[in-house]
């Protein structure tokens, strides 16, 4: 084995250079792109308070040991956070909207359909809604009444369903 000349040395350093450099590009571009997705911002909890860290798709807030409390969700997930964690108010905001796609259209009625006449699936209940969200006119029970209002509500832009929280 012969010993490298000089020349030989600084072209296998340039090259070893070459490839950390374009190595640390790709990390930073991986965890740039990475950080764009969900950003989570550095406070302090002092005395109460919330932190909270958001995506386009996910929305999270915590509190430390108090007893202000807070929740977090999604249109399928619903998450209640803190120390000492409380019931929530009534939320019936996803009412009417049976497959969570965030309005109400020719497949929630379909949903409802096999529901109420075929025994399928019954509709989700929101844990902190009192119904579920296939009682379009909130009589607790799924009947021909609610399919007919979530066709009127798909196709024709009729009123949306009932609130649950203030028929109750």
Request: aromatic letters at 8%; hydrophobic letters at 40%; charged letters at 15%.
């Amino acid at each position: 084995m012969s010993a490298w000349t000089e020349r030989e040395r600084s072209r296998r350093f340039i090259g070893v250079a070459v490839l950390l450099l374009i190595l640390l590009a790709l990390i930073g571009f991986h965890a740039l792109a990475a950080s764009s997705a969900i950003q989570v911002k550095r406070q302090t909890v002092s005395s109460g308070g919330t932190v909270s860290a958001k995506s386009s798709t996910r929305h999270v807030s915590g509190t430390l040991g108090q007893v202000a409390t807070g929740r977090a969700g999604s249109s399928a997930v619903d998450l209640g956070a803190g120390f000492w964690y409380t019931t929530p108010a009534c939320d019936c905001r996803h009412h009417g909207d049976l497959n969570a796609s965030g309005y109400i259209d020719v497949f929630d009625v379909v949903l409802l359909i096999d529901a109420t006449f075929r025994n399928g699936t019954p509709p989700v209940q929101d844990p902190f809604c009192p119904d579920n969200r296939g009682d379009f006119n909130c009589d607790g029970t799924l009947t021909v009444n609610d399919v007919v209002w979530a066709v009127n509500v798909a196709f024709r832009n009729s009123d949306v369903p009932c609130d649950p929280c203030t028929t109750q």
